[in-house]
T-cell receptor, first 109, second 114 residues
Framework: GIQVEQSPPDLILQEGANSTLRCNFS?????LQWFHQNPWGQLINLFY???GTKQNGRLSATTVATERYSLLYISSSQTTDSGVYFC???????????FGKGTRLSVIA | KAGVTQTPRYLIKTRGQQVTLSCSPI?????VSWYQQTPGQGLQFLFE???????NKGNFPGRFSGRQFSNSRSEMNVSTLELGDSALYLC?????????????FGPGTRLTVT
């Protein structure tokens, strides 16, 4: 099956710093989503981005489908950005999301 | 629009018992998927229902089952609970009619088996 690898597994940042999270996937995908899991376990949708670039405030994402990777950028990080960030991909239209193991981000004041 | 809701939010059961979890999708969404999250295995797909039919199934034993009703609400059932079934169970819904397979997740049900 499709493999999804996220790096780094853990990241500690000082408040105000910028960061880049990476997601590599092993096959062409129909869907790619980035999520932030809050301390209570809820997965918050950040981006639906099977290709191209999107921005939402301090967050932006780029997916280069031909090279099978996606990047999530967090600028001017805040303590509320702490949590686990997941990348998930869907191979075709009728297949389930396959999640990476996540990047655990800790932003310290 | 209201988001995906899951009930109950927390549950404690004893080994050998059974449990039923409920998920109400976003209004208009006809696809509901279930995932199990554990520290060791991460997020794993259980099954997906679309218009009351199971469309996909993950690699879980037959003790895990589900169904979907005509109003798109879904339930999953775990029989003969084992300690290893302790996990966060997440439900997600999506709307294929919009042309986007984007999935939206509920807050989860945290199941503890003692």
């Amino acid at each position: 099956g499709i493999q999804v690898e996220q790096s780094p597994p853990d990241l500690i940042l000082q408040e105000g710093a910028n960061s880049t999270l990476r997601c590599n996937f092993s096959d062409s995908v129909n869907n790619l989503q980035w999520f932030h899991q809050n301390p209570w376990g809820q997965l918050i949708n950040l981006f639906y981005i099977p290709s191209g670039t999107k921005q939402n405030g301090r967050l932006s994402a780029t997916t280069v489908a031909t090279e099978r990777y996606s990047l999530l950028y967090i600028s001017s990080s805040q303590t509320t950005d702490s949590g686990v960030y997941f990348c998930a991909v869907e191979l075709t239209g009728n297949t389930p999301l396959v999640f990476g193991k996540g990047t655990r981000l800790s932003v310290i004041a | 629009k209201a988001g995906v809701t899951q009930t109950p939010r927390y549950l404690i059961k004893t080994r050998g018992q059974q449990v039923t979890l409920s998920c109400s999708p976003i209004s208009g969404h006809r696809s509901v998927s279930w995932y199990q999250q554990t520290p060791g295995q991460g997020l794993q797909f259980l099954f997906e229902y679309f218009s009351e039919t199971q469309r996909n199934k993950g690699n879980f034993p037959g003790r895990f089952s589900g169904r979907q009703f005509s109003n798109s609400r879904s339930e999953m059932n775990v029989s003969t609970l084992e300690l290893g079934d302790s996990a966060l169970y997440l439900c997600a819904s999506s709307s294929w009619t919009s042309g986007s397979p984007e999935q939206y997740f509920g807050p989860g049900t945290r199941l503890t088996v003692t």
